[in-house]
């Protein structure tokens, strides 16, 4: 908690500089994800008002945290709710196991464990820093997955299916190690190393043969550069502050690595505050392989989409290339900032007062899909527009639902839904 201040013992500060700075430590103590809640305040000494006293209070959150899964083997839940008739059969069940803060020094396991359409387990460790600057630490995942029913090719932005009951029709593994600097609280460093693995049935390829291109078996080794500065008052849900996130990759590394290809990911957000109610939102998000004329595996491309690779009102629709950019803006009004106390109704003690935030936003995204190959729909290589009211809510400063009506260029409007879950 101390290395996450943005005061420190022995300080020389204007009074005036105190309370920014008390401000900007309680926004880095919530992004941290370990608490519920932050309080700061600041106390004179009576014999001498140049020393003051500063104490933060602090509503810890889970930290072992058992999460049942039942998860959408659809897109997302409008076109499960819609497309799927809201059919069981489209749900995948299991348990995460979360254990946050695990030794104490922030370090965090996750464990998943995933059985029916999508069978998948996961281990994800983040270590503690280990260095007397509390600078460096590791990062540690492996994901092994398999698929019954797979998306094998999409046509007018609708994807196509093929399935079989009786054995996976796709497997993944992928595992990567991470080694990490943190010279500063707002920045991290990464370097990356990776080994992947997919392979495909008979009856996937005999759908696509394209799908790894010409193949039934993709291995690649990755080495990659990975960089963000956080900057925000809650990444959550911001409205002060900036991030900004760049990666650099390089697919294939050594001569029997069977998919080769230099990848750029970059995303970066901005927010101004204009007010106490009132903030300005911006967003880019960037993905692209390199050299974008090359024909790349169909399961390798880039999909508009999904999280965070969407424009409002295009939700429904799956579009796929080589690169892909999205622009976001909105404009978010405060319409209520109050706690709710649950009393005994709720078991968990430091759960039972709720931190809530509501905000009405009007949105308006900007998007563009490049692709001379697949063209898997009629919004490949050009421009898609979209956006509409939104309400955007914030519990316990870490759990972000939005709700959004959207229209997108087809004048076809729905409402749509996004969970930013992290606790």
Do not use: C
Request: aromatic residues 16%.
């Amino acid at each position: 908690m101390l290395r996450e201040m943005e005061l420190h013992v022995g300080d020389s500060l204007k009074m005036n500089q105190i309370n920014n700075k008390l401000q900007i430590s309680k926004e880095r103590l919530i992004n941290t994800g370990l608490f519920t809640d932050v309080e700061a305040n600041i106390f004179f000494d009576e014999e001498n008002y140049n020393n003051i006293k500063v104490v933060i209070h602090v509503e810890e959150g889970l930290y072992v945290i058992p999460i049942p899964i039942i998860e959408l083997a659809a897109r997302n839940l409008n076109v499960w709710w819609n497309e799927h008739d809201r059919d069981i059969k489209f749900l995948n069940l299991g348990l995460n196991l979360k254990l946050k803060n695990l030794s104490g020094n922030g370090d965090e396991l996750d464990l998943l464990g995933q059985w029916g359409f999508d069978r998948k387990f996961i281990i994800n460790y983040t270590s503690p820093f280990f260095d007397k600057e509390k600078n460096w630490n590791f990062e540690f995942k492996s994901y092994l997955a398999s698929n019954k029913e797979v998306s094998f090719f999409t046509e007018d932005g609708i994807p196509s299916f093929v399935r079989n009951d009786n054995k996976y029709l796709r497997h993944r593994f992928e595992s990567t190690f991470s080694t990490i600097f943190r010279p500063h609280y707002n920045s991290y460093y990464k370097l990356i190393m990776g080994f992947y693995y997919h392979g495909i049935d008979d009856e996937l390829f005999d759908s696509n043969p394209e799908y790894l291109s010409g193949n039934t078996i993709q291995r690649y080794s990755r080495l990659a550069i990975d960089y963000a500065i956080e900057r925000r008052n809650n990444k959550y849900l911001a409205t002060k502050g900036y991030y900004a996130h760049l990666l650099l990759a390089r697919n294939g590394i050594v001569e029997s690595d069977n998919f080769r290809s230099w990848e750029i990911q970059a995303d970066a957000y901005y927010h101004k505050q204009i007010n106490d109610n009132w903030s300005w939102n911006n967003g880019l998000v960037f993905r692209t392989f390199l050299p974008t004329t090359r024909k790349y595996p169909y399961y390798n491309l880039f999909r508009m989409g999904g999280e965070p690779e969407y424009v409002r009102g295009y939700e429904y629709y799956q579009v796929e290339g080589t690169a892909l950019a999205v622009y976001k803006t909105s404009v978010m009004r405060k319409i209520i900032d109050a706690d709710i106390d649950f009393g005994k109704l709720m078991p968990f003690l430091n759960y039972k007062k709720m931190d809530t935030k509501i905000y009405l936003s009007l949105n308006l995204d900007y998007g563009y899909v490049w692709d001379q190959y697949y063209k898997t729909s009629e919004f490949i290589n050009r421009e898609m527009i979209g956006g509409g009211l939104g309400l955007n809510i914030l519990l316990y400063n870490q759990l972000a639902l939005i709700i959004e009506a959207s229209m997108n260029q087809k004048n076809e409007f729905g409402v749509f839904f996004h969970l930013n879950r992290t606790i």
